[in-house]
């Protein structure tokens, strides 16, 4: 997970048009980039490529067993080296910073990546860069009939505190704003170191470069 760059405006428009089908206007990421308010996160990783594979050597005579374990790493270590950078953002979330407030603006992960994980490495990026930023509290908008997410928001302390009616112009549905309690306490920092940990024994370890 890393910042936004201009680079990776194409990819992530077209995240957005294959998530938010709907949403008219389209985002003006170029502007955002320029917005002293606005952050946003993307998620990258790796993929196959053509890169030569790197071998293992051995000097001493070796029993079956160690030949099945070297030929066993040797695919693996095969597999990492003929890795490249994705073509593709699979994810990203953009946040605005008002005051003493995060506010998420948008949050969207291509279909194809979904259920990995990344939707919750974006909201982990996310608190992590509130306490950066010596945010009280983080909030945001979510369809009253997306429950999938409402349940991960749950998760991290969010809370329904109203609804805006109306607020989705594709079907005019209501959103309900959900807020966390003040992140800086003691028990939602312990909370959410937590979760961090939950997150890296199920998903693994990330790396996250924040800005």
Not at 54 to 75: C, M, N, Y
Not at 99 to 118: R, T
Not at 125 to 130: M, R
Not at 185 to 209: A, C, N
Request: net charge positive; with cysteine.
């Amino acid at each position: 997970m890393r910042p936004l760059t201009r680079s990776d405006i194409p990819l992530v428009s077209k995240v957005e048009r294959a998530e938010f089908a709907t949403t008219w206007p389209r985002t003006d990421f170029h502007g955002e980039l320029s917005n002293p308010l606005a952050y946003y996160l993307v998620t990258a990783g790796y993929s196959k490529g053509d890169s030569k594979p790197r071998r293992i050597w051995t000097e001493r005579p070796i029993s079956g067993l160690a030949k099945g374990v070297i030929g066993l790493f040797s695919k693996i270590i095969k597999k990492m080296a003929t890795m490249k950078p994705y073509t593709e953002i699979p994810g990203y979330i953009g946040i605005w910073f008002m005051g003493e407030q995060a506010h998420i603006v948008s949050i969207a992960i291509g279909e194809s990546y979904q259920g990995n994980g990344l939707g919750e490495l974006l909201l982990i990026g996310c608190v992590e860069l509130a306490y950066h930023r010596r945010c009280e509290a983080i909030t945001l908008e979510v369809r009253i009939s997306n429950k999938r997410a409402q349940k991960l928001y749950l998760k991290y302390g969010f809370q329904i505190t109203g609804i805006r009616k109306a607020y989705y112009r594709d079907n005019n549905e209501d959103a309900y704003i959900m807020t966390t309690d003040p992140i800086a306490t003691q028990p939602y920092r312990d909370r959410f170191m937590e979760l961090v940990k939950m997150h890296e024994k199920l998903w693994g370890i990330s790396e996250r470069t924040l800005g």
